[in-house]
């Protein structure tokens, strides 16, 4: 679709600015209608002519979708769209196919064919996707009219432990996600993996890294607006299956939908489904990693599939039945969001298997591929509109030995309908009281490099 405005930055600017007043504020008068001369009588004026384009749709500014977040003034943004300004704190006017491989690339990009594979840049503070109404750079266009719908996806969150102990001091278990609460809970929906068990019920199964957090939490995590925890990680079975049920059934008791684990295959598979504005969105998650048991017909466990590196080869069998699940899930609702738990730990790089399972992931008919374990940030891929990212990085965790361990990033995507029109990467640092804190400048590009 891309192709069909490969206009000239000169012809696009030019459209641009004349749905533009000098208030920022789109015009309805039309592009071409000829002035009504002074002699002519009122009920003869000209109509516009059919090609005359009577609504205006946001012009975005986009840049590399691995550039941390920009915003740029009225005025400077308005000179790039005359073209009377060619460059811009080091990003060079461009192409929108540049702009998707360069990272020092700014092009123009008419809002209905602009996706996921450039950040859009604020202006005056308004994004073109989240508030496309009130976003003042126009050009000739359809006015977007499907709801606005945002889903915030974050990296492994380990409450218990030493994490767990210092919260306590506060008599606040949920203290780690104040500071990055609010964010999160602006969303619609918001999706975390939760890397600890709510019990103690059994036997520690990995001595001083079996993680179990305060049934507490779950409150904090609500008030957070989180919606959706994936329980497929190589943790829930940290204190065996007496605890893993405790957990599922607190998750869920406390306003939030667990996915991934349960009291046996048929419960650990079942997709969660919820709708906003209309669009409805679904998610299954799977462990890749072991160390949870594999849940069967007759025992609790998480959604496994085998694969490199931990679990042995990419079994086929296993594959077969995730990606059946994922077309099942796909025809009953809009947006399909795959959580595989995956990977080597302490590495920007993925496996060669990451990228094979999220391609047939792809074709089965996931749109968001979103995966955890590494511990580090990990490649992004845009691949035709949809979304890889192999891994987000630790969201809150005690794994103070390294700075790529304090580091992650939100995925934080902008849904018109049933169509992603953005997919922001927004960094953040681990602080020492293992509270995650959004950063920007040198800091938040550095931890971005990571992950092309």
Request: charged fraction near 15%; include cysteine.
């Amino acid at each position: 679709m891309a192709a069909r405005w490969q206009l000239s930055l000169a012809a696009l600017a030019a459209a641009a600015m004349v749905a533009c007043s000098n208030n920022g504020a789109a015009q309805p008068s039309p592009v071409g209608t000829p002035s009504k001369p002074a002699s002519t009588p009122a009920t003869t004026t000209p109509k516009p002519t059919p090609t005359t384009p009577a609504t205006t749709q946001p012009l975005v500014l986009a840049i590399h979708p691995t550039r941390a977040a920009q915003d740029i003034d009225l005025t400077t943004a308005r000179s790039i769209v005359r073209g009377t300004l060619k460059s811009w704190r080091g990003f060079q006017v461009g192409s929108l196919r540049q702009a998707q491989r360069s990272t020092t690339t700014l092009a123009l990009v008419p809002g209905s064919t602009a996706g996921p594979s450039v950040r859009p840049l604020t202006v005056a503070g308004i994004d073109p996707f989240k508030a496309p109404a009130r976003y003042p750079l126009r050009t000739p266009g359809p006015q977007p009219t499907a709801p606005v719908v945002d889903l915030t996806v974050g990296g492994d969150v380990m409450l218990g432990r030493r994490v767990a102990t210092a919260a306590a001091r506060t008599s606040d278990v949920s203290r780690p996600l104040r500071a990055v609460g609010p964010r999160l809970a602006s969303a619609d929906l918001t999706v975390l993996n939760l890397e600890s068990t709510l019990s103690r019920a059994g036997t520690p199964q990995q001595g001083s890294d079996s993680f179990a957090a305060p049934p507490g939490v779950v409150a904090g995590l609500r008030d957070a607006g989180v919606d959706v925890l994936s329980l497929a990680n190589n943790h829930t079975g940290d204190f065996q299956q007496r605890a893993l049920l405790e957990t599922v059934r607190l998750v869920r008791a406390g306003g939030i939908q667990p996915v991934g684990a349960g009291s046996n295959l048929a419960e650990a598979a079942r997709p969660v489904i919820i709708e906003r504005e209309g669009v409805r969105f679904g998610f299954l998650a799977f462990n890749a990693i072991g160390e949870t048991p594999r849940a069967t017909a007759t025992s609790a466990g998480a959604f496994s599939l085998r694969m490199p590196p931990r679990t042995g080869p990419l079994n086929t069998a296993d594959l077969a039945a995730v990606t059946r699940a994922v077309t099942t899930l796909k025809a009953a609702v809009d947006v399909v969001v795959v959580l595989p738990h995956w990977g080597q730990q302490y590495t920007h790089t993925p496996v060669s298997a990451q990228h094979t399972v999220a391609a047939a992931l792809m074709k089965a008919g996931a749109d968001l591929v979103i995966g955890g374990h590494p511990h580090w940030v990990q490649s992004v891929q845009f691949p035709a509109s949809k979304v890889v990212a192999h891994s987000l990085g630790n969201l809150v965790f005690d794994m103070d030995f390294s700075q790529q361990t304090q580091e992650g990033v939100l995925l934080e995507t902008t849904y018109w309908g049933k169509t992603v029109k953005a997919a922001r990467l927004t960094p953040y640092v681990i602080g020492s009281d293992f509270s995650p804190r959004v950063v920007s400048g040198p800091r938040a590009e550095r931890i971005l490099a990571d992950m092309r």
